[in-house]
């Protein structure tokens, strides 16, 4: 009977070990081999990160602005409406778009229907300005008018409360003389009596620095529009105004009735508005004047 050989149990004969063995050492060879080549051929590179963001741009630095060149003011005024020439006068001025001032006599507006139509479109109309300019233009009878102060006031007076109570400048038929803040002046002595009056009770007196003289008998105009412009560019020129680079102008609407003296008007309107250095303004804006209507409605009894 055959029996095992207790070597050959639990271990490999020899030739199995040297037939298992040779294989697998050359395999572990290999991997590692190739194991080392990959370490070596594992080379680490750092990420580049592009900006793509665009570059900034640079400003240049802002340039100053030139300071605005401070304008000359001129103050266009009417007086005696409303009359037959007002309405032409009123039809340029708002054609034109500039600011004027109308002062008004208070019988003239009860004097017709066609008047009093005249003084509805004054009310309604925009960028002009309505002061009083007396209730009876002292019946062209200056010097009697103006011996008796308390009278005048009381014509004055009458104008602001029938027609204009919202306003206190006032121009004194006839008669050029200013009340406005340190702003004294009266072209005939014998009327200061009567203005200091006025004064007294409040009103701000406005006068003019140019004339726009008319004939009083046929009722046009002694100047025209460039040589009313040259008079202009002269007074300021010389400084012959009240307020210096401030200058008032007194017209009269009786004159603007035919159509060559309204011809006369809007030229002059339209010459002026082209030069830069000049502007239209309305009286209530003359310097001093907003000053003194602060202090006449602090001075108002309660």
């Given amino acids: 009977m055959y029996h095992a050989d207790p070597a050959d149990e639990g271990e490999p004969s020899s030739g199995f070990f040297y037939a298992f063995s040779i294989p697998a050492i050359l395999t572990s060879i290999l991997l590692l081999s190739c194991q080392e080549k990959n370490k070596k051929e594992l080379v680490i590179r750092p990420v580049v990160v592009k900006d793509t963001a665009k570059p ?7 340039v100053a602005a030139k300071p605005k060149k401070k304008k000359k003011k001129i103050y266009l005024t009417f007086d005696d409406g409303p009359n037959k020439g007002t309405k032409n006068v009123l039809d340029i001025v708002q054609q034109e778009e500039v600011p004027v001032t109308f002062f008004i006599v208070g019988e003239h507006v009860f004097a017709s229907p066609g008047q009093n139509q005249v003084w509805d479109s004054l009310k309604m109309a925009e960028n002009i300005e309505l002061c009083n300019h007396s209730y009876t233009h002292a019946h ?39 009340r406005i803040d340190s702003l004294h002046f009266t072209d005939i002595k014998k009327s200061k009596a009567a203005v ?74 339209q010459k002026l508005k082209k030069k830069d250095n000049y502007e239209l303004a309305l009286v209530s804006s003359y310097p001093g004047i907003a000053k003194d209507m602060i202090d006449s409605v602090r001075a108002a009894p309660q």
């Fill in 196 to 269: 200091d009056s006025l004064q007294k009770a409040g009103f701000i007196v406005f006068g003019w620095d140019l004339e726009w003289h008319y004939d009083h008998k046929t009722l046009q105009v002694k100047s025209t529009a460039d040589e009313m412009l040259a008079q202009v560019d002269s007074l300021f020129s010389k400084g012959k105004t009240k307020v210096k680079d401030n200058l008032v102008i007194l017209a009269h609407d009786q004159v603007y009735h035919k159509s060559n003296d309204s011809m006369q008007l809007r030229d002059f309107i």
């Fill in 56 to 62: 900034k741009e640079t400003k240049p630095p802002p």
């Fill in 140 to 178: 062209n009878r200056y010097d009697k008018f103006y011996q008796q102060p308390d009278s005048v006031v009381k014509d004055i007076k009458k104008t602001q409360q029938e027609l204009l109570p919202e306003t206190n400048i006032v121009r004194t038929p006839g008669r050029n003389t200013w």
